[in-house]
Structures are given as C-alpha cells and as structure tokens.
C-alpha cells in the first residue's frame, strides 16, 4: 500500500502561482511514476502532469504546458506541481496519482482562482 497526502490548495487571484505537494508514505520503492490530475464540477478528471522515477522524465497536458512544473524530492518521497499564471479554468480539485488509475490516489485538494 502507499498513501497520499496532499496539501498546498486554496484559494488564489488569477495571475498567481500555488505550489502542490504529494507526499507519499508505505511502500514507496513501489512507485515508478507519479501524476496529478484535476477535476472540475461536471467535467471528466483531466491529466494534467506525469513524472517518472527512473529514469525521470515528465509530460505535460497541453493545457498546463509552459505554466506547471512537476518535481519530485526522492529524499522525501514528495512531489510537487508549481502552478503559475492561474487563471479561472484551473479551480477544480487536484489529485495526486501513483503508478496510474489502477494505482493509489490522493484525497484531493481544492484549487480556487478568482477573476
């Protein structure tokens, strides 16, 4: 088992940043990739980021690409998504994913922008 704890939402003006994290706890030698996707009231959940424990490599949505960066901390077993240029399409709640929809998922975090 690995559990998710995210943290790091709220509530933002657009223009700003936030800054997700992921921390994983359990069997964490399991994981080989960690994402984060989103969800909107009445919209499908939506992969935004993806990265790869070894060896790394990241993938971006198309709708995030150039304002989020995916990170990760092996040391503490955490990842990060870095949110910037927010606009109002981006409020949804954000999930934490490991090793794909099969794998372990996060509570979620709710993200607010304002106009």
């Known amino acids: 088992q690995v559990q998710l704890v995210e943290s790091g939402g709220g509530l933002v003006q657009a223009g700003g940043s936030l800054r997700l994290s992921c921390a994983a706890s359990g069997r964490t030698f399991s994981i080989y990739a960690t994402a984060w996707f989103r969800q909107a009231p009445g919209k499908e959940r939506e992969l935004l980021a993806r990265i790869t424990w070894s060896p790394v490599s990241t993938y971006y949505a198309d709708s995030v690409k150039g304002r989020f960066t995916i990170s990760r901390d092996g040391a503490k077993n955490t990842v990060y998504l870095q949110m910037n240029s927010l606009n109002p399409e981006d409020t949804a709640v954000y999930y934490c994913?490991?090793?794909?929809?099969?794998?372990?998922w996060g509570q979620g975090t709710q993200v607010t922008v304002s106009s």
């Open positions: 994913n490991v090793n794909g929809l099969n794998g372990y």
